[in-house]
T-cell receptor, first 118, second 112 residues
Framework: AQTVTQSQPEMSVQEAETVTLSCTYD???????LFWYKQPPSRQMILVIR??????QNATENRFSVNFQKAAKSFSLKISDSQLGDTAMYFC???????????????FGKGTKLSVIP | DAGVIQSPRHEVTEMGQEVTLRCKPI?????LFWYRQTMMRGLELLIY????????DSGMPEDRFSAKMPNASFSTLKIQPSEPRDSAVYFC??????????FGPGTRLLVL
């Protein structure tokens, strides 16, 4: 079974600064997908960014980018120019589309609580 | 696109009562998922449907929980009878081709 580990339960960053959230995962598969979801105090789960394992290029969405290290099984999220609205729980998630009946099941990490300080 | 719609957004009920949570997936999405989120257990997948058919319900905690999807645009999750330990945020999510799941706003359930 796949596991996703987020080793930082809580982090804080000054507004306008850059912060990196870490995520590692364990799998023997070669084809998979990785996601970062954001959950603000409203509890809505919002997709931030996704990465296909077969792509070497790191995904980028505006101020959000990832550092995908496939060999190291690492998938960190970098938030540049942090804004107050970035305050949220951030969940890393893994999907193996070739795992039979469980192929649509996202495996989530336990989350990192990020606070952006004015 | 309105996104995944869930109702009610908040539900407070007494132990023993029946609770029904509703979900409307994004139009054209053929997979629908029900999740539960608690502080203790994090996000748990309860059940998912493909083309209105339940595929994997191994995450449903017990017989008090049931889910249906009578058509492509509507699903329900029912708890009968409800218990205080069912208090959680329940999310519905949907996806189409591709692997990205889009979540609804969630229903906060409190069972007294």
């Amino acid at each position: 079974a796949q596991t996703v580990t987020q080793s930082q339960p809580e982090m804080s960053v000054q507004e306008a600064e850059t912060v990196t959230l870490s995520c590692t995962y364990d799998t023997s598969e070669n084809n998979y997908y990785l996601f970062w979801y954001k959950q603000p105090p409203s509890r809505q789960m919002i997709l931030v960014i996704r990465q296909e394992a077969y792509k070497q290029q790191n995904a980028t969405e505006n101020r959000f980018s990832v550092n995908f290290q496939k060999a190291a099984k690492s998938f960190s999220l970098k938030i540049s120019d942090s804004q107050l609205g970035d305050t949220a729980m951030y969940f890393c998630a893994f999907l193996n589309p070739d795992s039979g009946a469980g192929s649509y099941q996202l495996t989530f990490g336990k989350g990192t609580k990020l606070s952006v300080i004015p | 696109d309105a996104g995944v719609i869930q109702s009610p957004r908040h539900e407070v009920t007494e132990m023993g009562q029946e609770v029904t949570l509703r979900c409307k997936p994004i139009s054209g999405h053929d997979y629908l998922f029900w999740y539960r989120q608690t502080m203790m257990r994090g996000l748990e997948l309860l059940i998912y449907f493909n083309n209105n058919v339940p595929i994997d319900d191994s995450g449903m905690p017990e017989d008090r929980f049931s889910a249906k999807m009578p058509n492509a645009s509507f699903s329900t999750l029912k708890i009968q009878p409800s218990e205080p330990r069912d208090s959680a945020v329940y999310f519905c999510a949907s996806r189409a081709l591709g692997e990205t799941q889009y979540f609804g706003p969630g229903t906060r359930l409190l069972v007294l």
